[in-house]
């Protein structure tokens, strides 16, 4: 029998040089009342002295095998494995994804198998982004449509949560290490039949640091899409 874990939910925190913002993070979710995965992608800054500082069990700081960087994918899949909760939560360092909506997140849970925090609104995004999140949201509803995949309202959202006995349906072989889309890189991978529960969810700006979207995420995103 699987021991009880000692927190209500594991939330997967993927970073790189997120020095400005994850210790406050971090403290956020601790006094909230869930474990923490900092599942780092190679840092060169002091992310990692920021989240051992806290020094509190249940902040865990993954490190990235040599110290190489990896993508994303890798890094939440590899923190999903080592989490001791069966409720996972994913969510970014950098506050463009609210605290107050993680315990939401949580709680569709008891009754789905996933849930994701689906975007109503971006703020502070100008045209450019506006129209590169817009299409790559369709692309992905119209090709998990065609296919016959799980999907939802925002199949790109990088905010989600998900019962870790799920991953028993997750090839590791079809997930793009490299990118950035997880969830793509999951739903892709479930039926139709998946019970996803949607949480709505202002996306904000930045709260410190800078976007590290590139052209190549574009392509990689198609790379998970497409495998």
Known sequence: MRKKSACEAAVIVPTFNEQENIGRLVRGL??????????D??????????????????????RSPG?????????????????????????????????EKVPELAAALDNSEMAVG????????????????????WTA????????????????????GFR???????????????GFKVLVDVLKQLG????IAEVPYVFVGRDGGGSKFRARHALLFLKSLLS
């Not at 109503?120 to 949201?137: A, F, H, P």
């Not at 509803?141 to 989600?160: H, M, Q």
Request: include cysteine.
């Open 30 to 39: 601790l006094k909230m009342g869930y474990c923490v995965i900092v599942a």
């Open 164 to 178: 870790k006995s799920l991953l028993g349906k997750i090839s590791r072989r079809r997930v793009v290490g490299e």
């Open 141 to 160: 509803r119209a090709v998990f449509a065609l296919r016959g995949s799980a999907s939802c309202s925002d199949p790109v959202s990088g905010f989600f």
């Open 192 to 195: 139709k039949g998946t019970k």
């Open 67 to 99: 110290g190489r960087r990896r993508g994303l994918s890798d890094s939440v899949m590899d923190a999903a494995l080592a989490a001791d909760a069966e409720k996972i939560i994913v969510m970014d360092a950098d506050f463009q994804h609210p605290l």
């Open 118 to 137: 689906c975007r109503t609104k971006n703020e502070n995004w100008g045209l450019g982004r506006q129209v590169i999140s817009l299409g790559g949201n």
């Open 41 to 62: 992608g190679g840092s060169s800054d002091g992310t990692e002295k920021e989240v051992l500082a806290i020094g509190d069990r249940r902040a865990v700081f993954l």
